[in-house]
């Protein structure tokens, strides 16, 4: 479940959205009311419940021998997804659904690589919501690994001190840091 080129997608579990109209996030960090989309890179992040915590890394140029064998180890894969053990049934059960947008509504969000695309104008998808199936056999079809842990931050801690890309969504939704003795 990827855009085709020249197109951007927004996933949502609510399959009667018929117009997007640019709005500032409860949980935003910019005061900038936009529509969120991602390309076919960054599509994989949403292949989740929305409010499901994961935390994600994946191999650029600059990753090391030693990071990749780390945290991706071995399985041959070159991304990695984890969420925790109290996500799995949502995350098989959810219905989830991508909207497709022309890609000329939107421009790339976040430096220096953008991880998502914007629009502040509002727009109106391509055509009726998609049913995006599966989740787990889209991990599987991509080659992604996916983790299943008790708790995120240990990985978490790993993945942002890597030399591999990486990006948490929804992580004030995972289960609390364990104490440090």
């Given at each position: 479940m990827r855009p085709q080129p020249g197109e951007v997608l927004h996933f949502s579990e609510d399959p009667t959205i018929s117009s997007f109209v640019p709005h500032v996030a409860a949980t935003a960090r910019q005061p900038e009311a936009y529509v969120w989309?991602?390309?076919a890179a960054r599509a994989p992040d949403y292949w989740f419940p929305r409010q499901c915590p994961r935390a994600m890394a994946w191999t650029?140029?600059?990753t090391t021998d030693a990071d990749r064998d780390h945290i991706l180890g071995p399985g041959g894969a070159d991304r990695v997804h984890a969420i925790e053990y109290g996500w799995v049934d949502r995350l098989r059960d959810v219905r989830l659904f991508a909207y497709r947008f022309s890609a000329e509504h939107f421009r790339p969000y976040?430096?220096?690589?953008?991880?998502?695309?914007?629009?502040t104008e509002p727009v109106e998808p391509l055509g009726p919501p998609e049913p995006v199936?599966?989740?787990?056999?889209l991990h599987e079809d991509a080659g992604i690994q996916l983790r299943v842990l008790d708790n995120l931050w240990g990985f978490w801690d790993a993945v942002i001190t890597s030399s591999l890309g990486w990006s948490g969504i929804r992580l004030r939704n995972a289960r609390p840091r364990p104490e440090i003795h």
């Open positions: 989309a991602v390309d650029v140029p600059t976040g430096e220096p690589v953008p991880n998502a695309f914007v629009a199936g599966d989740l787990l056999r």
